[in-house]
């Protein structure tokens, strides 16, 4: 039988200079309360940028716009496999206020701050090749 293949979005939604936002996951997900950057999974046939618009609006009550690709990774998890796309996303109303929809709490925080948090194998990767750009 062969492996699912899941593809998620991420976004790098930046409030002020240098502070972006985490997510912590639901007690009853999967990898329960593990930190990651909000998003979800794409739908069939779904655009990654709709996807993410549409995550973020379910989870955080907040409209974004997605902007390029900040980066990308594979990751292999014991029953699926992971591709996760990471974008640069700005606040459509700059005083929009995030909510916890569907996430168990959120945290403004830097780059650097990130390591301080329990984030999923692909996220982890994700913010360490994020790490090295910003040097």
């Known amino acids: 039988m062969s492996r699912r293949n899941i593809r998620v979005v991420g976004a ?3 409030r002020e200079p240098g502070r972006y936002l985490i997510v912590q996951r639901p007690s ?4 329960p309360l593990m930190w990651e950057f909000p998003g979800g999974r794409v739908m069939e046939g779904e655009a990654d940028a709709a996807a993410l ?3 973020i609006v379910e989870r955080l009550g907040v409209e974004v716009q997605v ?3 900040a980066a990308s990774t594979q990751h292999a998890y014991a029953e699926y496999d992971l591709e996760f796309c990471v974008f640069y996303c700005h606040l459509k109303d ?3 206020t995030v909510k916890n929809l569907k996430v168990a709490d959120h945290r403004w925080v830097t780059l650097q701050e990130m390591s301080a948090y329990q984030f999923p194998g692909a996220d982890a990767r994700t913010l360490a090749r994020l790490l090295e ?3």
């Open 53 to 55: 618009s549409r995550e």
């Open 12 to 14: 790098m939604l930046e």
């Open 133 to 135: 750009l910003d040097h």
């Open 67 to 69: 902007l390029e690709l």
């Open 94 to 96: 700059p005083n929009g």
């Open 28 to 31: 009853t997900a999967t990898l």
